[in-house]
């Protein structure tokens, strides 16, 4: 993949001390063996420091993310973009560059070839482990990276769908909602 659009829901607030949560994990096949993930709250300092969110780049366990020991994600939607141009990955959360720490190199290239894909958790020797208390929606998975202008489309679209839903998770009604970007 080099782009991902995906809305999510927290039940908790999210720090870098919370649990060790995955949103969406694709395990692989390339030179060496392993899995991508997107995840939430602390990997407890093994790769990255204080982070919030992370994602591993399928090469040489590369990993980046928001790294932030004061900052936190509050219950409720949120969305989350993560994309590949031509020379690095950038995590965009409501719509705020959000990659600010790194350990290993990003690839300039896809090296992806999907076996399995787990979304809320994800698979350890067979096992469910690190489980997302929460929801996750509108998962959408690209082969190129994603322009401002596309992310602030689907974000405008998800907007319209979840608007009203951190009042209430069976109340999704509105009067109207304005996604042209105009007033």
Excluded at 100 to 109: A, F, M, N, V
Aim: charged share 15%; aromatic share 10%.
């Amino acid at each position: 993949y080099k782009g991902i659009s995906m809305w999510f829901y927290n039940n908790e607030q999210i720090t870098a001390a919370s649990a060790r949560q995955s949103l969406l994990c694709t395990h692989y096949t390339t030179a060496q063996n392993g899995y991508a993930c997107i995840e939430l709250g602390s990997k407890t300092g093994v790769y990255l420091a204080n982070e919030i969110i992370s994602v591993q780049v399928p090469v040489s366990n590369t990993y980046f993310g928001w790294c932030d020991a004061s900052a936190s994600i509050s219950v409720g939607w949120h969305h989350l973009v993560v994309t590949h141009n031509s020379t690095q990955y950038n995590i965009y959360l409501d719509d705020e560059l959000k990659n600010d720490c790194l350990s290993g190199s990003l690839p300039s290239t896809n090296y992806l070839r999907t076996q399995l894909t787990t979304l809320g958790g994800n698979i350890q020797s067979g096992t469910p482990a690190y489980s997302f208390n929460g929801i996750v929606d509108e998962v959408l998975v690209f082969s190129a990276g994603l322009s401002d202008s596309q992310r602030d489309s689907l974000r405008k679209y998800g907007l319209s769908r979840h608007a009203n839903a951190n009042v209430s998770l069976q109340t999704r009604v509105a009067d109207s909602y304005n996604i042209s970007g105009a007033g």
